[in-house]
C-alpha cells in the first residue's frame, strides 16, 4: 500500500512538471453579459441608487450605433452602461481588477460612485484597478462613454467611422496581493537565425507586482510548453520585493532543440507558463501563446521570413460589420482572418489602429503575417477642428503637448498588449499623417521621431514603421524616419520611392468600389504600371485596398472597396485571388431564375459560447425547384421563433434589395448572437417561397427560460443623420496622383503639393501626355482651378470621372493659343466626380506642360 502512494504520489508530482499546472489561483471572469444601456448623458447615473430599470438591457460587445449598415453618419455624444457585481469576503482578500479590450473612445469608470480613473484612446485596451472601491455583497459599476472628436486625442482624422462604445470583451480579473502585471510578460527568441532554427533560446521578462507593505520573498517558475502541452524547458529565479513596488524579472531558458517554426504554411504556437510562488504556495500563473520564428527586411531584396525569401501576399481590414459595426465577436474577428488566409493572402494590414487581442490571436493560429499599426492618421477634407477632418497634427500651441502625450500612450498600450504575438513583423506609427495643416508638418515629424524611438525601447526586436509615407516629396519626405515604410497608392510610382534606401512596401493598391457580386478581375491599381503587380526585387510585398467594405464618414461609395461585402459575402473578386494565390478554382455563379425555395446556412451549429465572445454567421441563399443558386432579389427575412439570440435589429431582420439591409446576387447574410443557453431555432422566409430553418446550441451561460429571460428589444433600423450643411470643400492638396509619365526631379505629386515651385513635368518622349488626380472622395463639381509654372500656349482637355473609366469633359482648350498661367473652370451643369484627368494632346503647336497645382472644388454627396 505504502508503494501504490508513493507511486501515486511520484506519478501527480510528473504530471505537474510534465505538463505544467492546471489550476490557477487567478479567477478570469467574462464580464460582458447584462449590462443596463442607456444613450445620452445622464446626470447621477454612477450612483448606486439611481434607477437604471428603464433602461435596455445589453450585451458587450456594444456599441452606439447597432443597427449600423455603412451610414456615413453616427451618433456623437454620451451612453452609459451599468452592471451589478457581487464580492465575497475571499474576492475581497486580493487584488481586483476590471480589463477592457477597447472602448471608444473616452471611458470614465464608477464603481459603488465612486471615480476610479479614466481612459482615452478608443483602440487599446487598459486595466482598472478598483480594489479600494469594492465592498462585499452587491457593487454598482458605472461606465461613462463617450465618442466626442477632441483635438487631444488620436486620431483626429481618418475616413472610416468613430462610433461610441464598450465595443470589445470586458473581463473582471481576481489576483492575489502580489501578482503578474497586465500584459506584463515579454516573450523573445534568440539564437534562430545564428542555428539556422536548429535551437532557440527563450528570453522572458515578466513584470510582478507587490501590493503588499511589507518586503517578500517570491518564486517565479518559467515554463516553456510544446503544442502539446509539454514542458520542454525550464526557468525559474528568487526575487525579493519591497512594499508596494513592482519590479521586471529577467529570464532565459538553456537552448531548445528540434523546434517547429511558426510559418504561414504551418503555424506553430509554443506557450510560456509563468507560475509565481509565495514558498510552495502558487500565487499566480499566466499563460502566454508565443512563436519561434526570425524575420528579416532588406532595401534591396525584401522579407525573409526564418531565412526565405518570402514575397507577401497582404490585405487591408477594418474591424467594422454589417449591422454590429465595430461591435464584433472574437469569432467574428476569426472568421475575417480566416477569409483573408482562404482566398492565399499571407500579411494583414490593421487599417489604420490596433485591432482587438482577438484578431492578432486569429493571424497567429491561421498563419496569417500582421502589420499592426497606432491610431496616428488623417484624411483629406476641410482641416477644421471638430470633426475628422481634421488636421493630423494640432493647429493650436496649446493641443500639441497632450496630443503628443496621447499617441505615445496609446502607442505603447499596442505594444505591450499584442508584442507576444508571432505574427506580428512590424509596428507601424501611422497612416498618411501628411493629411495635416501645412504649418504643423515640422510637428509630424518630430513626432515621427519620438514614437520610432519610443518602439525601439519597448521592442527591440521588431521594426518601427512609417505606414502611408507617399507625401510630402522633396526634402520634406517622412518616409525615411523609421526602419521600413509603406507607400500608399501613387507612392508605388513615385519616383522618388523607387528602390529607396531602406526597407519597403506598397501598403495600399486597388481601390476599387464595387457592389456584390462584382467583376472577376482583380484590383490592382497603379501596379499595373511595368507588371509591378507581379512583384518587385527590392520590395517586400503589397496589401490591396481593402479586404472588407466598411463604414466611411464619406459615404458607401468610399467604403465599397472590399474584395468582400459588408454582410462578409466574398465579391467576384475574392474568387480571383483565390484562384491566383491559393489555386481554387471558382464557383459556378448564380443566375436568374424562377426562385423556388430558400436555403439557411450556419457557420456552426452546436458549442457556441454564449458570452460575447462568439456568435454565429447565418447566410440564406435563393434557389430554384432543382438546388441551383439563384441571383434574383426576393425579400428575406429571418426571424427569431424560439429560444435565446438577436439580431442586430432585434428578434427579426429583413433583406431587401433597395435597402441597406441588403440581399445582393441571391444571397444575404448576418451574424447572430445569444447572452443566455439554449436551443434557438431560426427560420427564412420569404412569399412565395419554400422556408428554411437551422437549429443552433448556445452554451456556457445561464438557460433561457421562456416567459422569464428578458426579452431582445427590437431596434428597428433608422439611418442616423446629422443636420449638416453642404459646404464647398477644396480637393488636390496631398490627394493621390498619377501621369503618363515624369520627367526627372518633376514626379506626378508635385502638381498636388500646394507649392507652386514645383510641378508635374512629363518625359520628352511621352507622346500620350496626361495627368490624373484622385480625389479619394465622390463630389458634386464646382470649379477646378488649374496653375501652370510659367506662362506658354497650353493645348489641354479635362475631363472627370466617378470610376476612372467613363469621363465627361468640363473644358477643352485643345485649340488654345493664348499663353495662360492659370486657368479657372467653372462647371455649367450638375457633375459627379471621383477621378479628374488633364490630357495634353500632341500636335505641332504642343507645349511640354509645367502642371505646378490643381484644385476642385466641390460638394461631397
Given at each position: 500500500?505504502?508503494?501504490?502512494?508513493?507511486?501515486?504520489?511520484?506519478?501527480?508530482?510528473?504530471?505537474?512538471?510534465?505538463?505544467?499546472?492546471?489550476?490557477?489561483?487567478?479567477?478570469?471572469?467574462?464580464?460582458?453579459?447584462?449590462?443596463?444601456?442607456?444613450?445620452?448623458?445622464?446626470?447621477?447615473?454612477?450612483?448606486?441608487?439611481?434607477?437604471?430599470?428603464?433602461?435596455?438591457?445589453?450585451?458587450?460587445?456594444?456599441?452606439?450605433?447597432?443597427?449600423?449598415?455603412?451610414?456615413?453618419?453616427?451618433?456623437?455624444?454620451?451612453?452609459?452602461?451599468?452592471?451589478?457585481?457581487?464580492?465575497?469576503?475571499?474576492?475581497?482578500?486580493?487584488?481586483?481588477?476590471?480589463?477592457?479590450?477597447?472602448?471608444?473612445?473616452?471611458?470614465?469608470?464608477?464603481?459603488?460612485?465612486?471615480?476610479?480613473?479614466?481612459?482615452?484612446?478608443?483602440?487599446?485596451?487598459?486595466?482598472?484597478?478598483?480594489?479600494?472601491?469594492?465592498?462585499?455583497?452587491?457593487?454598482?459599476?458605472?461606465?461613462?462613454?463617450?465618442?466626442?472628436?477632441?483635438?487631444?486625442?488620436?486620431?483626429?482624422?481618418?475616413?472610416?467611422?468613430?462610433?461610441?462604445?464598450?465595443?470589445?470583451?470586458?473581463?473582471?480579473?481576481?489576483?492575489?496581493?502580489?501578482?503578474?502585471?497586465?500584459?506584463?510578460?515579454?516573450?523573445?527568441?534568440?539564437?534562430?537565425?545564428?542555428?539556422?532554427?536548429?535551437?532557440?533560446?527563450?528570453?522572458?521578462?515578466?513584470?510582478?507586482?507587490?501590493?503588499?507593505?511589507?518586503?517578500?520573498?517570491?518564486?517565479?517558475?518559467?515554463?516553456?510548453?510544446?503544442?502539446?502541452?509539454?514542458?520542454?524547458?525550464?526557468?525559474?529565479?528568487?526575487?525579493?520585493?519591497?512594499?508596494?513596488?513592482?519590479?521586471?524579472?529577467?529570464?532565459?531558458?538553456?537552448?531548445?532543440?528540434?523546434?517547429?517554426?511558426?510559418?504561414?504554411?504551418?503555424?506553430?504556437?509554443?506557450?510560456?507558463?509563468?507560475?509565481?510562488?509565495?514558498?510552495?504556495?502558487?500565487?499566480?500563473?499566466?499563460?502566454?501563446?508565443?512563436?519561434?520564428?526570425?524575420?528579416?527586411?532588406?532595401?534591396?531584396?525584401?522579407?525573409?521570413?526564418?531565412?526565405?525569401?518570402?514575397?507577401?501576399?497582404?490585405?487591408?481590414?477594418?474591424?467594422?460589420?454589417?449591422?454590429?459595426?465595430?461591435?464584433?465577436?472574437?469569432?467574428?474577428?476569426?472568421?475575417?482572418?480566416?477569409?483573408?488566409?482562404?482566398?492565399?493572402?499571407?500579411?494583414?494590414?490593421?487599417?489604420?489602429?490596433?485591432?482587438?487581442?482577438?484578431?492578432?490571436?486569429?493571424?497567429?493560429?491561421?498563419?496569417?503575417?500582421?502589420?499592426?499599426?497606432?491610431?496616428?492618421?488623417?484624411?483629406?477634407?476641410?482641416?477644421?477642428?471638430?470633426?475628422?477632418?481634421?488636421?493630423?497634427?494640432?493647429?493650436?500651441?496649446?493641443?500639441?503637448?497632450?496630443?503628443?502625450?496621447?499617441?505615445?500612450?496609446?502607442?505603447?498600450?499596442?505594444?505591450?498588449?499584442?508584442?507576444?504575438?508571432?505574427?506580428?513583423?512590424?509596428?507601424?506609427?501611422?497612416?498618411?499623417?501628411?493629411?495635416?495643416?501645412?504649418?504643423?508638418?515640422?510637428?509630424?515629424?518630430?513626432?515621427?521621431?519620438?514614437?520610432?524611438?519610443?518602439?525601439?525601447?519597448?521592442?527591440?526586436?521588431?521594426?518601427?514603421?512609417?505606414?502611408?509615407?507617399?507625401?510630402?516629396?522633396?526634402?520634406?519626405?517622412?518616409?525615411?524616419?523609421?526602419?521600413?515604410?509603406?507607400?500608399?497608392?501613387?507612392?508605388?510610382?513615385?519616383?522618388?520611392?523607387?528602390?529607396?534606401?531602406?526597407?519597403?512596401?506598397?501598403?495600399?493598391?486597388?481601390?476599387?468600389?464595387?457592389?456584390?457580386?462584382?467583376?472577376?478581375?482583380?484590383?490592382?491599381?497603379?501596379?499595373?504600371?511595368?507588371?509591378?503587380?507581379?512583384?518587385?526585387?527590392?520590395?517586400?510585398?503589397?496589401?490591396?485596398?481593402?479586404?472588407?467594405?466598411?463604414?466611411?464618414?464619406?459615404?458607401?461609395?468610399?467604403?465599397?472597396?472590399?474584395?468582400?461585402?459588408?454582410?462578409?459575402?466574398?465579391?467576384?473578386?475574392?474568387?480571383?485571388?483565390?484562384?491566383?494565390?491559393?489555386?481554387?478554382?471558382?464557383?459556378?455563379?448564380?443566375?436568374?431564375?424562377?426562385?423556388?425555395?430558400?436555403?439557411?446556412?450556419?457557420?456552426?451549429?452546436?458549442?457556441?459560447?454564449?458570452?460575447?465572445?462568439?456568435?454565429?454567421?447565418?447566410?440564406?441563399?435563393?434557389?430554384?425547384?432543382?438546388?441551383?443558386?439563384?441571383?434574383?432579389?426576393?425579400?428575406?427575412?429571418?426571424?427569431?421563433?424560439?429560444?435565446?439570440?438577436?439580431?442586430?435589429?432585434?428578434?427579426?431582420?429583413?433583406?431587401?434589395?433597395?435597402?441597406?439591409?441588403?440581399?445582393?446576387?441571391?444571397?444575404?447574410?448576418?451574424?447572430?448572437?445569444?447572452?443566455?443557453?439554449?436551443?434557438?431555432?431560426?427560420?427564412?422566409?420569404?412569399?412565395?417561397?419554400?422556408?428554411?430553418?437551422?437549429?443552433?446550441?448556445?452554451?456556457?451561460?445561464?438557460?433561457?427560460?421562456?416567459?422569464?429571460?428578458?426579452?431582445?428589444?427590437?431596434?428597428?433600423?433608422?439611418?442616423?443623420?446629422?443636420?449638416?450643411?453642404?459646404?464647398?470643400?477644396?480637393?488636390?492638396?496631398?490627394?493621390?496622383?498619377?501621369?503618363?509619365?515624369?520627367?526627372?526631379?518633376?514626379?506626378?505629386?508635385?502638381?498636388?503639393?500646394?507649392?507652386?515651385?514645383?510641378?508635374?513635368?512629363?518625359?520628352?518622349?511621352?507622346?500620350?501626355?496626361?495627368?490624373?488626380l484622385d480625389t479619394e472622395r465622390f463630389l458634386m463639381l464646382d470649379e477646378v482651378c488649374v496653375r501652370f509654372a510659367g506662362a506658354a500656349p497650353y493645348q489641354y482637355k479635362i475631363e472627370v470621372s466617378?470610376?476612372?473609366?467613363?469621363?465627361?469633359?468640363?473644358?477643352?482648350?485643345?485649340?488654345?493659343?493664348?499663353?495662360?498661367?492659370?486657368?479657372?473652370?467653372?462647371?455649367?451643369?450638375?457633375?459627379?466626380?471621383?477621378?479628374?484627368?488633364?490630357?495634353?494632346?500632341?500636335?505641332?503647336?504642343?507645349?511640354?506642360?509645367?502642371?505646378?497645382?490643381?484644385?476642385?472644388?466641390?460638394?461631397?454627396?
Amino acid at each position: 500500500m505504502r508503494h501504490c502512494l508513493w507511486a501515486i504520489n511520484f506519478w501527480v508530482l510528473f504530471c505537474f512538471c510534465s505538463v505544467g499546472y492546471a489550476y490557477s489561483p487567478r479567477e478570469v471572469i467574462n464580464l460582458n453579459r447584462e449590462w443596463k444601456y442607456m444613450q445620452g448623458d445622464l446626470q447621477g447615473a454612477e450612483k448606486t441608487d439611481y434607477d437604471d430599470n428603464n433602461w435596455e438591457t445589453i450585451g458587450i460587445p456594444h456599441s452606439f450605433s447597432i443597427p449600423y449598415f455603412m451610414s456615413k453618419d453616427f451618433y456623437t455624444g454620451y451612453g452609459w452602461y451599468r452592471k451589478r457585481v457581487f464580492f465575497t469576503d475571499r474576492n475581497l482578500s486580493g487584488k481586483i481588477f476590471l480589463e477592457f479590450d477597447g472602448v471608444f473612445q473616452e471611458a470614465e469608470i464608477f464603481l459603488n460612485g465612486k471615480f476610479i480613473d479614466r481612459h482615452c484612446g478608443g483602440y487599446t485596451g487598459f486595466s482598472v484597478d478598483i480594489t479600494d472601491a469594492a465592498q462585499k455583497g452587491d457593487n454598482v459599476l458605472a461606465i461613462r462613454v463617450n465618442n466626442l472628436w477632441q483635438p487631444t486625442v488620436a486620431p483626429r482624422g481618418g475616413e472610416h467611422v468613430f462610433s461610441g462604445g464598450i465595443y470589445r470583451n470586458v473581463r473582471l480579473v481576481l489576483k492575489s496581493s502580489t501578482y503578474i502585471g497586465w500584459y506584463g510578460t515579454f516573450v523573445t527568441t534568440s539564437g534562430l537565425d545564428a542555428s539556422n532554427g536548429k535551437y532557440g533560446i527563450v528570453d522572458i521578462s515578466t513584470e510582478i507586482c507587490h501590493s503588499e507593505p511589507e518586503t517578500g520573498n517570491f518564486r517565479l517558475v518559467s515554463n516553456i510548453l510544446s503544442s502539446e502541452g509539454r514542458i520542454i524547458a525550464s526557468a525559474q529565479k528568487i526575487i525579493q520585493l519591497k512594499g508596494n513596488t513592482s519590479q521586471v524579472v529577467k529570464q532565459q531558458t538553456e537552448r531548445i532543440e528540434h523546434l517547429f517554426l511558426w510559418h504561414p504554411s504551418h503555424p506553430v504556437l509554443y506557450k510560456l507558463e509563468s507560475l509565481l510562488f509565495k514558498g510552495d504556495e502558487l500565487i499566480d500563473r499566466e499563460e502566454t501563446s508565443f512563436g519561434f520564428r526570425w524575420f528579416e527586411w532588406t532595401k534591396d531584396h525584401g522579407f525573409f521570413l526564418n531565412g526565405k525569401h518570402l514575397y507577401f501576399k497582404g490585405i487591408n481590414v477594418h474591424q467594422d460589420q454589417a449591422g454590429w459595426g465595430d461591435a464584433v465577436t472574437d469569432a467574428a474577428a476569426r472568421r475575417d482572418v480566416a477569409l483573408v488566409k482562404q482566398a492565399g493572402f499571407d500579411m494583414i494590414r490593421g487599417s489604420h489602429y490596433p485591432h482587438s487581442p482577438a484578431f492578432s490571436k486569429a493571424c497567429d493560429e491561421e498563419g496569417v503575417l500582421f502589420w499592426s499599426e497606432a491610431p496616428f492618421w488623417a484624411t483629406a477634407g476641410e482641416k477644421k477642428d471638430g470633426y475628422w477632418t481634421a488636421s493630423a497634427y494640432p493647429v493650436r500651441q496649446e493641443d500639441c503637448k497632450e496630443f503628443e502625450e496621447n499617441v505615445l500612450q496609446q502607442l505603447e498600450e499596442m505594444i505591450r498588449i499584442h508584442r507576444n504575438h508571432p505574427s506580428i513583423i512590424a509596428w507601424s506609427m501611422c497612416n498618411e499623417p501628411f493629411f495635416t495643416a501645412p504649418e504643423t508638418m515640422h510637428g509630424i515629424r518630430k513626432l515621427l521621431e519620438r514614437m520610432v524611438a519610443r518602439t525601439h525601447q519597448l521592442d527591440p526586436t521588431r521594426p518601427a514603421a512609417i505606414g502611408g509615407a507617399q507625401r510630402p516629396l522633396g526634402t520634406e519626405r517622412i518616409d525615411l524616419i523609421g526602419d521600413i515604410v509603406g507607400y500608399n497608392g501613387d507612392g508605388s510610382t513615385i519616383l522618388d520611392f523607387q528602390q529607396p534606401p531602406i526597407p519597403n512596401m506598397v501598403t495600399e493598391y486597388g481601390s476599387t468600389t464595387s457592389d456584390r457580386p462584382g467583376e472577376y478581375i482583380p484590383g490592382w491599381g497603379d501596379l499595373q504600371k511595368n507588371d509591378a503587380w507581379k512583384g518587385v526585387e527590392w520590395r517586400s510585398g503589397q496589401a490591396i485596398w481593402c479586404g472588407f467594405d466598411h463604414g466611411s464618414i464619406f459615404g458607401e461609395e468610399m467604403g465599397k472597396m472590399g474584395i468582400v461585402d459588408y454582410f462578409r459575402i466574398p465579391k467576384r473578386s475574392w474568387y480571383w485571388y483565390r484562384n491566383a494565390y491559393a489555386n481554387i478554382a471558382p464557383p459556378i455563379w448564380s443566375v436568374s431564375g424562377i426562385p423556388a425555395r430558400l436555403r439557411l446556412e450556419a457557420s456552426q451549429y452546436t458549442g457556441i459560447r454564449a458570452d460575447g465572445t462568439d456568435d454565429v454567421q447565418l447566410t440564406v441563399t435563393v434557389l430554384d425547384e432543382t438546388g441551383r443558386e439563384l441571383s434574383n432579389l426576393p425579400a428575406v427575412r429571418l426571424t427569431l421563433l424560439s429560444g435565446p439570440g438577436e439580431f442586430p435589429t432585434g428578434s427579426s431582420i429583413l433583406f431587401e434589395a433597395d435597402s441597406d439591409i441588403r440581399i445582393m446576387d441571391g444571397k444575404a447574410a448576418i451574424a447572430f448572437r445569444s447572452y443566455y443557453a439554449g436551443e434557438s431555432v431560426i427560420e427564412a422566409t420569404s412569399p412565395g417561397l419554400e422556408p428554411a430553418r437551422v437549429k443552433l446550441t448556445f452554451s456556457g451561460a445561464p438557460v433561457y427560460q421562456e416567459g422569464e429571460t428578458p426579452q431582445v428589444k427590437n431596434r428597428p433600423y433608422i439611418p442616423f443623420a446629422l443636420q449638416k450643411q453642404h459646404k464647398m470643400q477644396s480637393f488636390g492638396l496631398n490627394n493621390p496622383a498619377f501621369g503618363s509619365s515624369a520627367a526627372q526631379g518633376h514626379a506626378t505629386g508635385y502638381a498636388a503639393d500646394g507649392k507652386l515651385d514645383t510641378w508635374w513635368e512629363p518625359e520628352n518622349s511621352d507622346r500620350k501626355v496626361y495627368w490624373t488626380l484622385d480625389t479619394e472622395r465622390f463630389l458634386m463639381l464646382d470649379e477646378v482651378c488649374v496653375r501652370f509654372a510659367g506662362a506658354a500656349p497650353y493645348q489641354y482637355k479635362i475631363e472627370v470621372s466617378e470610376n476612372n473609366k467613363d469621363w465627361i469633359v468640363v473644358s477643352d482648350k485643345t485649340g488654345n493659343h493664348v499663353p495662360l498661367d492659370s486657368d479657372l473652370i467653372k462647371s455649367d451643369r450638375q457633375v459627379k466626380m471621383h477621378y479628374l484627368r488633364i490630357s495634353f494632346p500632341h500636335s505641332e503647336r504642343y507645349v511640354t506642360p509645367k502642371l505646378a497645382e490643381v484644385e476642385v472644388r466641390g460638394q461631397l454627396y
